[in-house]
């Protein structure tokens, strides 16, 4: 995937598309209320700066799919840098089966 670029101080969605699971079983896996599925912005081997976690802070359309909005507000307080855009799994919720689901950069620019 390409990096994604963002403007400071402007609102931006982030949407993902029919998330499919890394099982072994060839079986998809349906995402529930007791997963914890988790989008973060951060930089690399730092301490994630935005933190979204499902079901709490952003929607889930049918078909596994999610979207986040960055409001204009929270863009305008990232600095401009190269950060590392993560959504991962956390199966049930527990911290046992924790699976990175997309790994992206984003670069932050200014307006």
């Known amino acids: 995937m390409e990096r994604q670029v963002i403007v400071?101080?402007?609102a931006r969605s982030f949407?993902?598309?029919?998330?499919v699971i890394p099982l072994?079983?060839?079986e998809r896996y349906i995402i529930t209320e007791k997963d914890k599925v988790i989008f973060t912005i951060g930089r690399k081997n730092r301490k994630?700066?935005?933190?979204?976690?499902?079901?709490?802070?952003?929607?889930?359309e049918w078909g596994n799919s999610f979207v986040i909005t960055l409001l204009p507000e929270?863009?305008?307080r990232l600095p401009c840098l190269l950060f590392q855009m993560?959504?991962?799994i956390?199966?049930?919720?527990?911290?046992?089966?924790?699976?990175?689901?997309?790994?992206?950069?984003?670069?932050?620019?200014a307006k």
Request: no cysteine; proline share 4%.
């Open 8 to 10: 400071q101080g402007e």
């Open 15 to 19: 949407a993902f598309f029919n998330v």
């Open 24 to 26: 072994n079983d060839n």
């Open 48 to 60: 994630p700066i935005i933190v979204r976690e499902y079901p709490r802070d952003f929607g889930k």
């Open 74 to 76: 929270e863009t305008a």
């Open 86 to 88: 993560q959504l991962t």
């Open 90 to 109: 956390d199966i049930e919720g527990l911290g046992e089966e924790i699976y990175t689901l997309v790994s992206q950069e984003l670069e932050v620019v």
